[in-house]
């Protein structure tokens, strides 16, 4: 199994930390947020990584590297200034040939509570180019966007006001997606974002749909960060290398 992480957008919520850090890099129960992402994602059979980074991306390569300490393969596609968006990067990472026929999707800055590899699987199964994780949310955590019915999502519309009804779900922040999806809908050197391909897929009875049981976090927000970072403080300590990294990341240096 590959999973992308999407890691190179500018954090204008925090900006306050993450003109000098990265979201995917902030301090979280004492280690960067990447290395609970990356230890979870191993430990549910994930080997292969690709990182899209773009803004203060040379951290993201200091502190994660290879990737062998958590026993994955990691590589990375870097938009450097140019931020080509959520679909941008995907196409920019099929471009350069890193992407798996099929893969995970995953926000850098995304704690979520479901087992990536039988989100994997249930893709696998669906025989569909595109599926979403979803959480019964009812305008909870964030503003419902989707509507979810009988394993396949529906719709998928953010940022309606008000919210119908019937939108009860949200997305959760894990899909998968098949590499000739990109390829066929995303231009080269497009400058896009996932959401209105994920919008279409639903309207065409194409994105199948796995359900999320637990709330999802985000390091998104200082209130979110403060909200994950004690979640994870009040867990046992784990001993596994998989979130041991070596090396911290540069929130005090203030590195360009």
Known sequence: MQCVILAGGLGTRMQSVSDL?????????????????????????????????????HQVREVVGDGSRWGLDVAYVDEGADLRGTAGALALAAEQGVLDERFLVLYGDSWLQVDPGEVFRASQRSGLPALMTVFENHNRWDRSNVIYAKGMVTRYEKGLDPVPTEMAWIDYGLSVLALDLVLERVPSGAHQDLAPLLSALAAEGRLAGYVADERFYEVDSPEGLAELDALIGSRPVSTSPAVQPAVQPAVQEGRP
Do not use: E, M, N, S
């Not at 990265?22 to 129960?29: F, S, W």
């Open 21 to 57: 850090t990265p979201k995917t890099l902030l301090p979280v129960a004492g280690r960067p947020f990447a290395a609970w992402q990356l230890g979870w994602l191993a430990d549910a059979g994930v080997d292969g990584v690709v990182y899209c980074i773009g803004h203060l991306g």
